[in-house]
């Protein structure tokens, strides 16, 4: 690898989703890669919540304009991100020089979203299908066991229904003992109540898109959905009170903490739980794949990060390279030991992976059953008008099929 002409106090920026595990594997990464070519340039890594991310990195241009060389991009926002023309196509590049593998060496699940009008977006750097996580060590004791057959007349088992989500949650709730029966993200960011009621429409047989393919939720099965949703999200005698605060981080870190029996997250925050100094439940926690209503199945979502290159970038042969460098299986795994997830089919199945994560295999089952979410340029915008009907569902009395009703005709509006 030739040596990088830059010019003088230039400063190689990375737009980074605010996470301890993305934050201490990407310096690790970007030293590794500096020391093997012999690279001495200076990096400035600037962590963001979600909202700024997307504000910083899209709507303000910063890709665009070149204030980015790489940034963290979610496939919620790569559509959009596209056809702003912010991020670049790297067809070209991966033509020349492809990534180890590419794209044998990974899932399809995790390639297609990136692929937009026949340009390849992005590269995937961090994964992990929503799942439900829960605590083996009390769903496999004796006496909780016994207990609750006596309770509700069937063995203690994860849940398969929502109906058995509730019961079960119910019995575990213990706040003396610091311990709730689940622990939900209600943060209204955009996104976390977004995937949850997206979820629960599915898993009652509900779509978000009608048989012409138009966004339509204007539906008794998303009325169904959104009854349910508010009234298990209040359900006092089952949820951890920090709920209503708790991004997914701050609810995947309640979850580590020992405080709650159950969560559906990111199947990230349950691989943390391992790997992460801090966590109180290492060794008793497994996965498993979401309950569902009658006459509906199972379900997963599927949005996952992107590392992407700015279009404005003066520095993108180099970013292309550091690319190349933090999706190798080396680096793949590496970023799997820090608390994220790799992107690799051989970090899924790797021997020393799933001994310290016992359940890592199980990502590529938990992807047959993973949904999208409709790639359309004003997705963002869609997603915040349900996280506002959300919100407005758990703050007010408004019946849903009002809330459900007034909010498609704003999304009819924008689109």
């Known amino acids: 690898m030739e040596k990088y002409i830059v010019m003088e106090n230039t400063t190689f920026r990375i737009a980074v989703r605010k996470f301890g595990p993305f934050e201490s594997a990407l310096h690790k990464l970007w030293d590794a890669f500096c020391l093997k070519y012999d690279i001495s340039i200076a990096v400035e890594m600037v962590p963001m919540e979600l909202h700024d991310l997307y504000e910083q990195t899209i709507t303000e241009g910063g890709l665009k304009k070149g204030d980015w060389d790489i940034a963290h991009i979610n496939t919620d926002w790569i559509f959009d991100a596209a056809q702003a023309n912010a991020v670049q196509d790297l067809t070209s590049f991966i033509a020349k020089k492809a990534p180890q593998d ?12 990136q692929e937009i009008d026949g340009g390849i977006y992005g590269l995937p750097f961090h994964d992990g299908p929503e799942c439900l996580i829960y605590r083996k060590d009390l769903f496999e004791n004796p006496i909780e066991k016994e207990n609750f057959k006596k309770q509700f007349g069937y063995e203690l088992a994860p849940p398969k229904t929502w109906t058995e989500f509730e019961q079960i949650a119910t019995f575990f709730n213990r706040p003396d003992e610091n311990l709730y029966g689940c622990v939900f993200a209600n943060y209204p960011d955009g996104h976390n109540m977004v995937f949850d009621f997206c979820l629960h429409l599915w898993t009652r047989g509900g779509s978000l898109l009608n048989a012409e393919n138009q966004m339509d939720i204007n539906t008794q099965a998303a009325i169904d959905t959104l009854d349910y949703y508010r009234y298990i999200v209040k359900n006092t005698a089952a949820v951890h009170p920090g709920s209503a605060d708790f991004g997914s981080v701050e609810a ?64 993108k042969k180099l970013a292309y390279d550091f690319l190349r460098f933090a999706t190798t299986a080396e680096s793949d795994k590496l970023l799997t030991n820090e608390g994220g997830i790799g992107c690799r089919k051989s970090t899924w199945k790797d021997a020393e992976i799933n001994a310290t994560i016992p359940y890592y295999h ?6 047959e059953n993973a949904l999208t979410l409709p790639q359309i340029a004003v997705w963002p915008d869609i997603a915040i008008l349900i996280d506002q009907m959300v919100l407005k569902a758990l703050k007010t009395n408004i019946p849903s099929a009002d809330l459900l009703k007034d909010t498609q005709i704003e999304i009819e509006k924008i689109l």
């Open 102 to 113: 590419f794209p044998e060496g990974w899932h399809n699940s995790l390639l297609h979203l």
């Open 252 to 315: 995947g870190m309640a979850f580590a903490n020992g405080e709650a029996a159950m969560t559906i997250n990111w199947f990230g925050f349950a691989s943390m739980c391992e790997v992460i100094a801090e966590s109180k439940v290492k060794g008793k926690v497994d996965v498993t794949t979401l309950p569902f209503a009658v006459g509906g199945k199972t379900a997963s979502l599927n949005v996952y990060w992107l590392y992407t290159i700015g279009a404005g970038s003066k520095n």
């Open 362 to 367: 199980k990502l590529e089952s938990l992807h």
